[in-house]
T-cell receptor, first 114, second 114 residues
Framework: ETGVTQSPTHLIKTRGQQVTLRCSSQ?????VSWYQQALGQGPQFIFQYYREEENGRGNFPPRFSGLQFPNYSSELNVNALELDDSALYLCASSPLAGGNNEQFFGPGTRLTVL | GESVGLHLPTLSVQEGDNSIINCAYSNSASDYFIWYKQESGKGPQFIID?????DKRQGQRVTVLLNKTVKHLSLQIAATQPGDSAVYFC?????????????FGAGTQVVVTP
């Protein structure tokens, strides 16, 4: 186990709704990254948070937003849900920002959009 | 855009044999690479990483080889065990300006047979 926790484990929403996913980083880690993993594919980078600010973003629309709190935990918010948003959402924490460090993944939140 | 890809979607290996999983990358700016193992219903688990100033790195029963000339990465698993059955992903960082983004390949399913 990595020490990264996510909640909830599973979630079912309908198209057009909004969802908030939560992540607690591993102790001592100040950087949190979010990934979307569609069924049968590799994870796709959404964005990273470092010191409570967005520190890089992948090719996702603005309706995907996030927050990081002083204790380094993080939230991923998705507005106006679409069917294609159905996926496993993974949170990963790392001890430093940037791309040269191991990222430790949580178990993910399985989101189903109907 | 540049991406990470895998040659084989499924690899069937007999228990006790060695496994080799291959990965091609095309982003010449990438200088950090990671192999992850993902079991069903779980988040990716770190296996081993390698930086671009190295050609080979060994861990417990695993070896990663990096060939920068042909942009190729491989993961060797010695004496494959039933617990090694999982999907394996290679990931690259896209260079130090990537802001923590890891680019994953599609994954290789490893099936260990008795």
């Amino acid at each position: 186990e990595t020490g990264v926790t996510q909640s909830p484990t599973h979630l079912i929403k309908t198209r057009g709704q909004q969802v908030t996913l939560r992540c607690s980083s591993q102790s001592g880690h100040n950087t949190v990254s979010w990934y979307q993993q569609a069924l049968g594919q590799g994870p796709q980078f959404i964005f990273q948070y470092y010191r409570e600010e967005e520190n890089g973003r992948g090719n996702f629309p603005p309706r995907f937003s996030g927050l990081q709190f002083p204790n380094y935990s993080s939230e991923l918010n998705v507005n106006a849900l679409e069917l294609d948003d159905s996926a496993l959402y993974l949170c990963a924490s790392s001890p430093l920002a940037g791309g040269n460090n191991e990222q430790f993944f949580g178990p993910g939140t399985r989101l189903t959009v109907l | 855009g540049e991406s990470v890809g895998l040659h084989l979607p499924t690899l069937s290996v007999q228990e006790g044999d060695n496994s080799i999983i291959n990965c091609a990358y095309s982003n010449s700016a990438s200088d950090y690479f990671i192999w992850y193992k993902q079991e069903s219903g779980k988040g990716p688990q770190f296996i081993i990483d390698i930086r671009s100033n190295m050609d080979k790195r060994q861990g417990q029963r695993v070896t990663v080889l990096l060939n920068k000339t042909v942009k190729h990465l491989s993961l060797q698993i010695a004496a494959t065990q039933p617990g090694d059955s999982a999907v394996y992903f290679c990931a690259e960082n896209g260079g130090t300006d990537s802001w923590g983004k890891l680019q994953f390949g599609a994954g290789t399913q490893v099936v260990v047979t008795p």
